[in-house]
C-alpha cells in the first residue's frame, strides 16, 4: 500500500512554493520517481487517461498508486499559480525553470534514487519538453504525449501566422471553472456573454478583447494575439526549443501525437531534430486520434477500424506501455517488453469499406507499421498542378490562363468543420467530418453551403484514381497569387473524396490535413512585408502531416481559400499597421497558367500494399 505526501510545498528559485502529492511504494526506500506535473489539478481527472477496456479516465491519484504499486514514487505537482501552488500563472512561460527546481529538490530527498522519469498529456508533455531543454541533473527518461512545443509560433500558438482561437477558447473555459468567477456572478455574465463571432476584424487589446473580464487570463492571451511577428516572446525557453536542442537532455523519449491533434507537427520536429544528434532511444508515435483520444477507433465522424487503437497494437495499455518504457529504458529491465522495437510507428488512414458503421461513422479504416525514418525513405515529393477546370494532374498548366478569383469577406469566413484542433469545445470539434455537409459553425448546424459551393472555396480533384495511392508526410501547396489587399490569408486541405455508395449517395469528402499562410508572413515570419494589391505574389502554405490510403477510384482534393474560423482568427484584410483600420473585402486570385503555375506537392509512398 502506498503512503500519500499531500500538499508538500515545493520551493523554487524565486521564494514560489509548488503545491506538490507524492505517493511513495511500500519498502524502505530509495525509490525511482515519476513526475507529472499538471495545470488541470494533481487531484482532478483528464480525458485521456483510460484504456479501451475501461473508457472511464482514472483520477490522477488512482494512477499515481498503479505506479507506486510497481514500484515508482509518483509525484503529482501544480503549476505555478493553479490550484494549491502559489504565484501567478502566465501559460508556458515558468515551466522550464519551475521543472528544473522541481528535479533539483527530488534529488535531495532520502526516498529518490537519483533516477527521475518524467511523463504527461498535452500540457504536461509541455512542461517535460521545457525542462528537458536545461537538461537537468537526475531526467533519465520521459514520455512526451501530444505536446512539447518545437516552436510554439509554428503550431501550437500559431500556424503560418494566423492566430490558433484555441488559445482563446482555452482561457475561456479555464476562468469560467476559475474561483474568482465562482465568487463573482458579474464577471461571470460578462465572459458567457462574449462570442468569438462579435470580435471578428476587431483588435484586441488589454480591457477591450473576448477575456477583458478575467484580466489574468486576458493578460497572456492578448500578449500571445499582440506577438504576431516570429518576436523574442515566442523564442523563449519553454515555447521554442528549436535552438535548445544541442543541449537537450540525451534520455530516452517517446514523442506521441496524432493526425487530428496539433501536436503532430512539434513531436516530428522533436523527433528529427533530436533521434540524430542524441543516443535516446528517441521513439515517435503517431495515431490516427483527436487530442488524448487513443483508445477509441474514431476521431469526430470518422472511424479507422479495431487496429486504431493504442491498446493490443502499440502497447497494451496507455498505463503499461508507459511503465514498461520507464521500467526498461530508466531502470534498465531488460526483461521489460520492448513495445516501439523500431524508431517511429505510424498509423496508415484508410482502406475501409466506406460504408456507414454501427455507430453511423464513416468505416475509413487503417493499419500500423513501422519505420525507421520519418519521412518514410519511400516517400517521394509529386508535384501536381491547380488547373483553371478544376482537375489536379501532373500536367504543368498552358499559357494564357486567366487565374481563378473569388471575394473574401472577413464578416463570412469558411467555417471549420473538423481538423487537427485541441481545446476549442464546444465552439469547434477534432477529427474527420464530411466536408460534403452543411457547414458548421460553433457546433450547431444550420442551413446553407456546403464548403464546395461556395464561391470563395476553390476545388481541385485528380481524375478517379486507378490505383491507390498513400499519402504520408507534409503537403505542401506552392501559390501564385494576387490580392486587391495589402495582406490577406490563403488556406489549404487535403480531402480524400469517396465515391457514391449506399450509404453515402452523395459520396464523402474527408478532411485529412490543413495549412494556413498569413500573406504578410510569405517571405519571412520576422520580417512581415505588405502585398502589392494586383500583383502576382509566389508563396508557400505548409500543411500539418497526415498519413492516408487513397483507394482505387476515390479522388484527392485539394481545396483552397482564405480562411477557417473558428480555428483561426479571420485576417481583416485591412493594413495591420495602421491602428484599428476595418476590415476590408478581398479579391483574391489564384494563378493557374505556364508563367505562373500553382502546384501541391503530395508525399507519396511508393510500393502501397492494397
Not at 530509495?30 to 477496456?53: C, I, Q, S, W
Not at 456572478?185 to 477575456?211: K, M, N, T, V, Y
Not at 494556413?516 to 494586383?534: C, M, T, V, Y
Not at 503555375?597 to 507519396?604: D, M
Request: net charge negative; charged share 20%.
Amino acid at each position: 500500500m502506498a503512503s500519500v505526501l499531500n500538499d508538500h510545498m515545493v520551493p523554487m528559485r524565486d521564494g514560489v512554493h509548488l503545491a506538490t502529492d507524492i505517493y511513495l511504494p511500500a519498502g524502505p526506500g530509495p525509490f525511482p520517481v515519476l513526475l507529472e506535473r499538471t495545470p488541470y489539478d494533481k487531484r482532478g481527472t483528464n480525458h485521456g487517461d483510460l484504456t479501451a477496456a475501461d473508457l472511464v479516465p482514472r483520477p490522477k491519484p488512482q494512477i499515481a498508486r498503479w505506479f507506486a504499486e510497481a514500484g515508482y514514487a509518483y509525484v503529482l505537482q501544480d503549476c505555478r499559480g493553479r490550484f494549491g501552488s502559489e504565484g501567478v500563472f502566465t501559460k508556458y512561460l515558468s515551466e522550464a525553470e519551475d521543472g528544473a527546481d522541481t528535479l533539483a529538490w527530488l534529488l535531495e530527498q532520502s526516498w529518490c534514487d537519483g533516477r527521475i522519469g518524467t511523463l504527461g498529456l498535452s500540457y504536461g508533455a509541455h512542461v517535460q519538453n521545457a525542462l528537458a531543454c536545461l537538461n537537468p541533473p537526475g531526467l533519465k527518461a520521459m514520455f512526451l504525449d501530444s505536446g512539447g512545443f518545437s516552436s510554439a509560433y509554428h503550431g501550437g500558438g500559431r500556424q503560418g501566422g494566423a492566430f490558433e482561437l484555441k488559445q482563446l477558447t482555452w482561457a475561456r473555459k479555464h476562468a469560467l471553472q476559475s474561483p474568482e468567477t465562482a465568487a463573482d456572478p458579474a464577471r461571470r455574465a460578462a465572459l458567457e456573454q462574449e462570442s468569438i463571432e462579435q470580435w471578428i476584424g476587431r483588435r484586441w487589446r488589454l480591457g477591450h478583447s473576448p477575456l477583458a473580464a478575467a484580466p489574468e487570463y486576458e493578460a497572456y492571451v492578448v500578449e500571445q494575439w499582440d506577438n504576431d511577428r516570429l518576436t523574442d516572446f515566442w523564442k523563449q525557453r519553454g515555447i521554442y526549443a528549436l535552438d535548445s536542442y544541442a543541449d537537450y537532455a540525451d534520455v530516452p523519449a517517446v514523442h506521441m501525437a496524432s493526425w487530428y491533434d496539433p501536436y503532430s507537427q512539434t513531436a516530428i520536429d522533436n523527433f528529427t531534430a533530436l533521434a540524430p544528434i542524441k543516443h535516446g532511444p528517441i521513439k515517435l508515435v503517431l495515431g490516427p486520434w483527436t487530442h488524448g483520444q487513443r483508445s477509441v477507433t474514431y476521431a469526430g465522424d470518422a472511424d479507422f477500424g479495431a487496429e486504431a487503437v493504442l491498446d493490443g497494437h502499440v502497447g497494451p495499455d496507455y498505463f503499461t506501455l508507459r511503465r514498461d518504457w520507464f521500467d526498461r529504458h530508466m531502470l534498465g529491465r531488460e526483461d521489460a517488453p520492448e513495445h516501439l522495437p523500431a524508431p517511429v510507428r505510424i498509423f496508415v488512414m484508410g482502406g475501409g469499406s466506406g460504408l456507414r458503421t454501427a455507430e453511423g461513422r464513416l468505416d475509413h479504416g487503417g493499419r500500423w507499421r513501422d519505420e525507421q525514418a520519418w519521412p518514410p525513405a519511400r516517400a517521394r515529393d509529386v508535384a501536381m498542378f491547380l488547373h483553371r477546370d478544376g482537375s489536379l494532374r501532373e500536367t504543368p498548366p498552358a499559357a494564357g490562363i486567366e487565374p481563378l478569383s473569388y471575394d473574401f469577406d472577413p464578416a463570412d469566413p469558411v467555417p471549420t468543420i473538423g481538423g487537427a484542433i485541441a481545446s476549442g469545445a464546444p465552439v469547434m470539434f477534432a477529427g474527420g467530418y464530411d466536408q460534403r455537409e452543411t457547414e458548421t459553425l460553433f457546433g450547431a448546424r444550420h442551413p446553407g453551403r456546403a464548403l464546395a459551393d461556395r464561391a470563395d472555396v476553390l476545388v481541385f480533384e485528380t481524375e478517379p484514381l486507378a490505383r491507390d495511392v498513400e499519402v504520408t508526410g507534409n503537403v505542401v501547396a506552392h501559390l501564385h497569387i494576387a490580392s486587391s489587399a495589402v495582406d490577406t490569408d490563403f488556406t489549404i486541405k487535403l480531402v480524400d473524396v469517396y465515391p457514391p455508395n449506399s450509404d453515402y449517395p452523395q459520396g464523402y469528402a474527408l478532411n485529412l490535413a490543413h495549412g494556413i499562410l498569413r500573406a504578410r508572413f510569405r517571405n519571412s515570419f520576422e520580417h512581415p512585408q505588405p502585398l502589392e494589391p494586383g500583383k502576382v505574389h509566389a508563396l508557400t502554405v505548409r500543411a500539418f502531416p497526415t498519413s492516408n490510403l487513397f483507394r482505387a477510384g476515390h479522388r484527392i482534393r485539394i481545396e483552397v481559400s482564405s480562411s477557417n474560423f473558428p480555428h483561426f482568427d479571420v485576417n481583416p484584410n485591412s493594413d495591420w499597421r495602421v491602428a484599428d483600420a476595418p476590415p476590408v473585402v478581398a479579391r483574391n486570385s489564384v494563378f493557374v497558367d505556364r508563367d505562373h503555375p500553382s502546384c501541391v506537392a503530395l508525399p507519396i509512398v511508393a510500393d502501397t500494399e492494397g
